[in-house]
């Protein structure tokens, strides 16, 4: 099969239209915002041009079906607040230009799918949780963005045009294109990453409570300090971490509140967020007793009381074996020796997809490692190899 | 002299009656806000029945004068936003009392003073830095507090009972009565405190700047992040700090902001206070070192950004030897054994006015150590013997 270079770098550079920022290649099209369903109404054309039967279900979910058994080939359109011109729209391109030069070489069936919120303005991959079963519609319909609005409110603007939701028994399997975010394949001059597995992900508030007091007043070994205890916390885990710890493996302090948040003040309460991940489930529990047993001992030498919020826990993802080397050996056939088999640090669609059928991912270099964010970028002949790797693979499985 | 405890005591509860909390004895009585001024007018008053000249300044610092040479004698009536029923009444209601016991005496001649915005809803001790000449009224007008409201608008609302300010020459010295605020008397069982200097204080805001990144693609050893930058600064910072400090130093980091405050970023801008008491110039100076070696040292270390706000310097303050001394000896006489000399680690208007005149102070115990909080209070018997080793170290100095 022949992929047509200028016509899928052409759809991608328009697609960058709706919601484009003004600063650089950049757009701003958060899921179910104006310039997000004006691109999800101009992709439609684009996959009913292609032969395909559009359909979108209940949550702005988007596919152009083709008839009959298919592999389902597609990412999302919704970018973050201050997002580039590619992250998922260059997944959903790549499934419509396959799709296009898939038809015209007389098969195999591709379907497109644009999922919905995969940024999370609501939940966490929102629109493919929900169609993977993990999260209920009624759950969903209750989660809210930053201002207050309602899920169910949001999806409200596409219910004109919603159907029910696709049964996913007429797909053979999941291919999803997205840039690496990290700087592994860029700063390795290599062209394309295949994905063996998506890190999970554990997610937690710690709220360290002292007592709050007269900074000038009282003598330090009285203070019962929430930002001591903090400091503490946060050395002695990256000492315990070196022995559990792959080059992988990640774990961030993002956001930190301490309360009342003055000069001249003690501060008598620190929440935080504690964040790590890795591609390892057991990683991930032994992580998370260290950080448990070390926030207690720091909690009991200081005189401090200790509370955890909600463990968000998401679990590593395998990807399916027969994809991922189809989509490695086309690597070796259109890029030689310069791709690698790679994890993926960042949650994406196919995470939830893959409870519902094979799913694999193909990553192209983003320049720097730079991702949300408007200079987000990727080198055009490394999209046209991700492309052609793409095509190689989906030949390669007939 | 005899003081009168049932006045004394009498007046102090109906001065917690402006701005009563409705929480314990607590008041809500920030500089020049309705409930403060209804307290001037009360004082004024009661200072007008004593026999008292009353004069208000134009930045509201309220002056109960007596005809020739006297000694001043006063504190604060305004509160923080949630304030005790002491800190800084006391003092006022102490110099009312000691008026006019004294001129019941027949002398000695006592002024009294009741400084605006000691707790700097504006600046810091506001009223009595402009009046030591250490901060000019226009500077002083175009400060702000947190609403954004000006110094200019505030004083405003006394302006029409503003004189001139009052020449200093008039006074042969200040004694401030004020509640310790933290917990060395309450925890010893001891009555008073005689103050021997007020401590100096440095603080500044400093920012490590790094690189915002995703936390999931972005690997440690390529992050510069800015939250393990401020971690391993308070825990060097502890370390250096030990063969510096002694017992009543003090440090405190009371506010930190991570941007953009995200769980899955890894923070490329951290902002945090750094504030450092002591009685001693030098080891203030020996601190400010350390802090920015050890500052600078992790920002090279991590190939983060460094920068300094500005550094607000306050330097130790000696109390005059004459008046502390005639304050112990009637310490002695009153509570033999129950009062030491000791450190004020917390900013007063003494520290001002001492560049105007010999000035001294008196602590009385905080229950708990508590201040700045609706549930500062102090046992009705230490206030009494407060009230009585004021007027006896008076009488002493004749």
Redesign the interface.
């Known amino acids: 099969m022949q992929i047509n270079p200028d016509r899928f770098l052409s759809d991608l550079h328009r697609l960058r239209g709706f919601g484009a920022s003004g600063v650089g290649k950049g757009v701003v099209r958060p899921a179910f915002s104006d310039p997000d369903i004006a691109a999800r109404d101009w992709l439609a054309e684009r996959m009913a041009e292609a032969g395909l039967t559009v359909h979108h279900d209940p949550v702005g979910n988007q596919f152009g079906l083709a008839p009959g058994p298919s592999l389902l080939v597609g990412s999302h359109s919704d970018s973050q607040p201050e997002g580039g011109w590619l992250d998922g729209a260059l997944g959903v391109i790549c499934g419509l230009e396959l799709a296009r030069a898939s038809a015209e070489a007389g098969g195999p069936a591709i379907s497109v799918a644009n999922f919905q919120d995969e940024e999370g303005r609501f939940g966490v991959t929102t629109g493919s949780t929900i169609w993977s079963g993990a999260l209920s519609l009624d759950q969903a319909d209750t989660l809210t963005d930053r201002d207050g609005a309602t899920f169910a409110e949001a999806r409200g603007a596409m219910a004109h045009l919603a159907g029910g939701f696709v049964d996913p028994a007429q797909f053979t399997g999941f291919i999803e294109v997205h840039i690496?975010?990290?700087?592994?394949l860029f700063e390795a001059g290599e062209a394309a990453g295949i994905v063996t597995d998506i890190?999970g992900?554990r997610?937690m508030r710690i709220t360290f409570t002292g007592e709050q007091?007269?900074?000038?007043?009282?003598?330090?070994?009285?203070r019962r300090?929430t930002?001591?205890g903090?400091?503490?916390f946060?050395?002695l885990l990256?000492e315990r971490f070196q022995n559990v710890?792959t080059?992988?493996?990640?774990?961030?302090?993002?956001?930190?509140d301490?309360h009342?948040?003055?000069?001249?003040?003690?501060?008598g309460r620190c929440t935080f967020?504690m964040?790590w991940?890795d591609g390892n489930g057991d990683r991930l529990a032994r992580m998370e007793a260290i950080i448990r047993d070390t926030a207690q001992e720091v909690a009991d030498a200081r005189g401090l009381g200790l509370e955890y919020g909600t463990l968000l826990g998401l679990e590593p993802v395998d990807m399916a074996a027969p994809l991922r080397e189809a989509l490695a050996g086309a690597a070796e056939q259109v890029c030689p020796g310069r791709w690698r088999r790679m994890q993926?640090?960042?949650?994406h669609d196919a995470a939830n997809v893959a409870k519902l059928m094979p799913a694999a991912m193909l990553f192209v270099p983003s320049i720097n490692?730079i991702?949300?964010d408007f200079a987000e970028d990727t080198d055009e002949a490394d999209l046209i190899i991700g492309m052609q790797v793409l095509a190689q693979a989906v030949a390669d499985l007939r």
Chains 1, 2 share one sequence.
């Open positions: 690496e975010q990290g700087p592994w890190v992900i997610d007091n007269h900074a000038g007043t009282t003598p330090m070994h009285r300090d930002f001591q903090l400091a503490a946060a050395a990256n710890v080059p992988q493996t990640v774990w961030t302090t993002g956001h930190v301490l009342p948040g003055a000069h001249s003040i003690v501060p967020s964040q991940r993926s640090g960042a949650l490692g991702s949300h």
